[in-house]
């Protein structure tokens, strides 16, 4: 009897999730997730073809939030379910800084995104699973309606840098700040164009901090068939700081005085550097790192 229980209840689980697991974990979430519904079409056919650029600002920086929205300060969690094919909706989050998590991310790698075909190009992978809100925002971690199948160089060259930014004006003015993430799927496409990003500061209404830009998943070198996941590798060669390239040689550098950090004179996220922070340099590695720069991680694959 207890035999035919267990299989009864196995049976259920798997007819269930599909799954003999559920990888779906909440791991350090401080906040409570609700189902969201969004009301904001964001103007995803207004977004020009990529040309190089790895992102673009929407509408002067401003978000499309409503009045209503850009006055909450309940701290939440709002994630889409997962379409027919099992695609990611919009995510939001209004949160503080008592809401970031305290301990590291845990493993990720039995989820399972629509469009996930994993290829290495060169020294790099194409795909990351690419959180909407971030783990160190929302302490999200394997939550699979959060998971997205997107590039290396959109999630770890440019995604991060943004959420770098909402977190550090979270950590320094103690407010909240309203965050939402909205996939770019088109069509019965299985992996997104790309991602929109849009942020608010509540308190000071968006004086401290305003977003609202779109970010393309892409990868140079890479051609992606949207419709499937699959890929092919054009080009192999990088530009980048790892590698076998001489840390004794001169070369062109931009430096961010502010952050201590370095990049390729060839690197597009450079231009976020602000003018009083940014100097161009000729100047080795090995001599900057002595005086306590370090390489930007979009500048190593």
Known sequence: MKKLFSFIVFLLCFTLTGSLFTPVTFAETKIPVQNYQSNTAYPFETIPDYSGDPFIIMNDNQPYFSEEEKNQTTNKIALSDLDELRRC????????????PSKDRGDIHKVYPSGWHQKKQGNRYV?????????????????????????????????????????????????HVIYRVTPDFRGQNLVCNGLSLEAWSVEDQGQG???NVYLYNVQDGVSIDYKTGYSTITDTSEDTLSGNISHSATRDLILNTSSK????????????????????????????????YKPAQCCIH
Do not use: W
């Open 89 to 100: 909706g919009p995510a939001l989050e209004v949160f503080d800084k008592n809401c970031l």
């Open 127 to 175: 795909y990351n699973r690419c959180h909407l809100l971030g783990y160190a925002e929302s302490g999200l971690n394997d939550e699979s309606r959060n998971l997205i199948t997107g590039t290396v160089q959109m999630n770890q060259d440019v995604m991060t840098l943004f959420e770098a930014d909402i977190l550090r004006y979270v950590r320094q003015s103690g407010n």
């Open 209 to 211: 901090l305003a977003l």
């Open 261 to 292: 950090k370095f990049h390729l004179a060839s690197c597009r996220m450079a231009s976020r550097i602000a003018p009083r922070n940014r100097q161009e340099v000729q100047d080795s590695i090995d001599h900057l790192e002595a005086q306590g």
